[in-house]
């Protein structure tokens, strides 16, 4: 019944119509890893979701799962269960009844089913509510009965979609710890769709990050953020984002508001270039690019703040030790390693 749980989809096209909600989106997926889909609202993450599932067919392309070509294979027939952001549990059911649904459905024999009732309950802690009607529940009680009935049917992929996004952001925080030990104690794989890229880079082993129906890339958390391959995912990821500044490269060295930086770039000649620089890169220096201090927005352990160097805005982040205060004139620097370098026409790394 359980397989490994691998995926892979192979130039996935899907047409509404004149429009390219996918646009050949490749990828694979290991067996067990827990992997993120991120991307801003109608970049496509949640349609390739549907896709795995087999609720939406692809216009072109071919999905597999653990080697097996599914791409026509209906969606109750792919061993795999869904979590969605409404839960969509049957209120007129008991958490008990909702959670052995799946499994009347497969005629399994009652004893048993009371048993694996019980037993998933006990992994998402619901096992004290089974007589309860889902409205009264708190919602992540009712996140956790709909975990439960994906539980209970031991597929070998889960898919969720956004199932965070209803809770507020303390249950969000401890819900977001407990899924990923389940993930881990349950060893199955999880797809995980999700806007939110805090919660990508908390939860995911490798993500793919979606922008207007293609994937630009797929990486690690870690990767992806120390090494955005777009100007796009530069803006998109960190908190705050990246700062892109326009500006000239000048054999080696890239010149921001009439400073030169130092970069990792070998090359000579002259260029324009999308200067990238995290706001946590940067660091007060006695010499520097010479910055205004506009505003200074606290964080308790950090502060960010907006600077304005001779015109370019940028935005630094720094320890609560030594924060400036507005209209202040501070000097800053950024280690070579922390320049990152684009192509302005393109926005492809350099």
């Known amino acids: 019944m359980s397989g490994h749980g691998q995926v892979q989809f192979r130039d996935i096209v899907k047409m509404h119509g004149d429009f390219a909600a996918l646009k050949d989106v490749s990828f694979e997926i290991k067996p067990g890893e827990f992997f993120a889909l991120l991307g801003p609202s109608g970049s496509g993450k949640s349609t390739t979701l549907r896709i795995l599932a087999g609720l939406d067919a692809p216009t072109r392309g071919r999905v597999f799962i653990d080697g097996k070509d599914v791409t026509s294979t209906d969606a109750r027939d792919r061993d795999i269960a869904m979590v969605f952001q409404s839960y969509a549990l049957y209120p007129h059911m008991t958490v008990a009844e909702n959670i052995s649904f799946p499994l009347e459905m497969a005629n399994m024999p009652k004893t048993e089913i009371a048993i694996a009732v019980k037993d998933a309950a006990r992994k998402v802690r619901i096992d004290h509510l089974l007589d309860r009607k889902p409205g009264q529940l708190s919602g992540g009680q009712q996140q ?4 439960a009935r994906a539980i209970v049917r031991k597929a ?14 303390k249950l969000r925080l401890e819900t977001r710890a407990e899924l990923k030990k389940l993930q881990r104690s349950l060893g199955v794989t999880a797809v995980y769709v999700t806007h939110d890229q805090e919660e990508a880079m908390t939860l995911a082993d490798r993500m793919a990050v979606f922008m207007a ?3 630009q890339q797929v990486g690690t958390p870690a990767e992806v953020s120390r090494r955005p391959n777009s100007t796009d995912i530069a803006g998109f990821i960190g908190n705050p984002p ?17 400073h030169r930086f130092k970069t990792t770039m070998q090359a000579g000649g002259e260029r324009d270039v999308v200067a990238g620089i995290r706001p946590g890169a940067f660091r007060m220096a006695s010499s520097g690019l010479s910055a205004k201090v506009e505003l200074v927005e606290d964080l308790g352990d950090t502060a ?3 600077l ?7 935005r630094v982040r720094v320890s609560d030790e030594n924060v400036p205060r507005e209209g202040d004139t501070i000097s800053i620097a950024a280690r070579p390693q922390d320049i990152h370098l684009f192509d302005p026409a393109t926005g492809k790394r350099l």
């Open 213 to 215: 129906g293609e994937i």
């Open 308 to 314: 304005d160097c001779a015109g370019t805005l940028l």
């Open 144 to 147: 956790r009965c709909a975990l």
């Open 242 to 258: 990246m700062n892109l500044v326009p500006s000239r490269f000048v054999n080696g060295d890239v010149v921001i508001a009439g």
């Open 304 to 306: 960010v703040l907006d």
């Open 156 to 169: 070998r992929l889960f898919l969720l979609d956004e199932p965070l996004s209803n809770l507020d952001a």
